[in-house]
C-alpha cells in the first residue's frame, strides 16, 4: 500500500513506479547502467546501427550537410584569406559518409583546395574505424584523409590547430544530467536501472557485469537492457558543485522547470574552440530542443535500436556561447526540423549570418521538404504521373542526397515498375554511397526484372554483406534465389529473415513467399515424376 489515509493520489500514483529490481545505485543518468551498456554496444557494432538503419543516418550523411558544411567551410577560408592548405577534423565520424560526400564535393567545386586539405577522420570507436578502411569507404581520397580514435568525450593529446571542425550528431553522445531549477535552486535526477521479474541468478549476472565495467560483458546485454525500466529521484544539490553552473538559468519565476544540462557538449565545443585557428570555423548538427522546457514536460532517452543518447538544449549552448566576445557564433532565426545545426569562429569579426540563415534556417528547409512530401502524399494516391514529377523537382533540389535517389528508385522498381529508371537511379546514389544496402537491394530486384540473373546474384550478396541481419535484405535475397531454382538457400533466406523481423513488419510478405517457394519445389517435383513414369514414348506397336 501507498500508506495511510492522510496519502495524496500522486503518492499512490507514484507507488507503482517502486516496482522491480534495482541493477545498481542511484546515480547520474548519464552514467546509468541503460546508457553504459549502450556506449559499450556501440562501440563495438561498427557500421551495423547504420546499415540496419537503427541509427537515422540518412538525415545526417545524405549529402546535404555535407555539402552544406563544404559551403560554410569555403566561405570562412575566402574571408580569413586561408593560403595554405586546409586542415579540418571531423568528431564522431561514423561510417565515413559524411566525409566522402564533403571530400567528394570539395573536389569537385574546389579543387585548389582540395589538392592541399588534409582531412582527420575521428571516431570514439576503434571497430567503427576498421569498418571504414575495411570497406574503403574513403579509398578515393587517401591522400587527403587520416584516421585517429577520439573519444568526443575526453581531453584530446597532440592535436594540433585546424581550420575547419566538423561534428554531426555526436554532441548528444556526451555526458549530460537531468536537473530541476526553481529560480536559485536546483536538484539533480538521479536514476537507477531495475528490471521486473526477473531470475535471481539473471540479477547477479548483471550486476557483476556493471560492477566490473567490462564492455565485452556490457554490449552483450545490449538487447536484455531494453527491458530495463528506470527510476528517478531528485537530490538538491549546491550551484557551485556543478561543471558549467553558470550556464544554468537561477530565475524561473518561481516554477519548477526541468533543464538538460548539456554539460558534456559544452565541454566539447570549447575543447574545439581551443583547436580552431585565428578565422577558423567549426559546424555542430545534432538533435535536441530549441525552446526552454515547460513544468509540465518530461526529458526521456532517445532509443535508436539498442542505443540510447539524449537531445542537447541548444538554448544553453546559445546562451552559453553567443555572448562570448571572441567568438562568432551563428544560428538561423528559425531553425529547421529536428536536426538543429550552429556555426562558430574564432574571429568575432567575421559574419557568417546570411549564410547560415540561408542553409540551416527554416525557410530553405521547407523549400528543400516540400517537393518530397508533397510526392509522397500524391503517391499513396496511387496518381505515380504527378509523384514523378515532384520527385523530380526534389532531384533538382537535393542532386547528391543518395537518400532520396533510393526513395525514388524504390518507387519506380515497385509501383511504376520502370526497372531500367529504378537502375539508372540506384547506381547514381551509390557512387554517392556505395554502403546503402537498400540501394544495392533496388539494383537488384531491378536487374531481376530485366532478366539478369548474375547481376541480380552480385547486387544482393553486396546488400546482404553489409546488412546481414536486416529482413528486407534477406527477403529479397530469398526472392533473387527463387528465380535462380535454388530453393534451399531462398528458403534458408526467408527462415533467417523471420527470425530478424522481430516487429513483425515482413511477416505476411515473407511467409507468402515461403508458400511461393514451396509450390515451386512441388511443381519442379511433379514435373520430375511425371518424367521418370513416361519416360519411353512409342511411335508404333510392335510388328
Known sequence: MAGGPDSSPSDI????AARGTALEAFGPAHRCARLRISHAFWNRSGFDPFLNLDVPYTGTSSGRLSEDALEVALAAADKADTASGLRILEIGAGTGVFAKLFLDRMKEIAPERYGSARYLVTDGSARMLEAQRAFGVLDDHRDVVSWRQLDAAEDWDDLEPFDVILGTYILDSTP??????????????????????????EIAAIRSALDADDPDRLAGLARRAQLFGIQTRHVEIA????????TIPSDTGGETLPFVHSRGALDCIERCMSL??????????????????????????????????????????????SARADLGYFAPVLDQGNLITRVLTRDPTMDLGALVEDLYGAVRHAAMTLPVETAREFLRGRMFETARELYAKALDLQPRNWALLEEVATMFQGSI?????????????????????????????????LGDQGAADAAIARAAELAPANPAMLECKAEVALAGSRYREALLAIGEALAHDLEGEHHESLLA???????????????????????FRALDTPP
Not at 500514483?13 to 507503482?16: P, Q, T
Open 276 to 321: 580552431l585557428n585565428p578565422g577558423g570555423v567549426a559546424v555542430f548538427s545534432d538533435y535536441g530542443h530549441v525552446e526552454p522546457m515547460q513544468s509540465h514536460e518530461t526529458t526521456e532517452f532517445q532509443a535508436f535500436g539498442l542505443s540510447t543518447a539524449a537531445g542537447l538544449n541548444f538554448p544553453q549552448i546559445d546562451a552559453a556561447f
Open 176 to 201: 549530460f544530467d537531468l536537473l530541476a531549477l526553481r529560480d536559485d535552486r536546483i536538484w539533480r535526477k538521479e536514476v537507477r536501472c531495475v528490471l521486473d521479474h526477473p531470475d535471481p541468478d
Open 239 to 246: 550551484r557551485d558543485d556543478i561543471p558549467h553552473a553558470g
Open 417 to 449: 515498375e520502370e526497372h531500367g529508371i529504378a537502375l539508372e537511379l540506384a547506381d547514381l546514389g551509390l557512387r554517392l554511397n556505395p554502403l546503402s544496402p537498400g540501394l544495392w537491394r533496388v539494383r537488384a530486384a531491378s536487374f531481376l526484372a
Open 513 to 535: 513467399l515461403q508458400q511461393s517457394v514451396l509450390a515451386r519445389i512441388a511443381t519442379d517435383q511433379h514435373v520430375l515424376l511425371m518424367a521418370e513414369s513416361n519416360r
Open 13 to 16: 500514483l507514484s507507488s507503482g
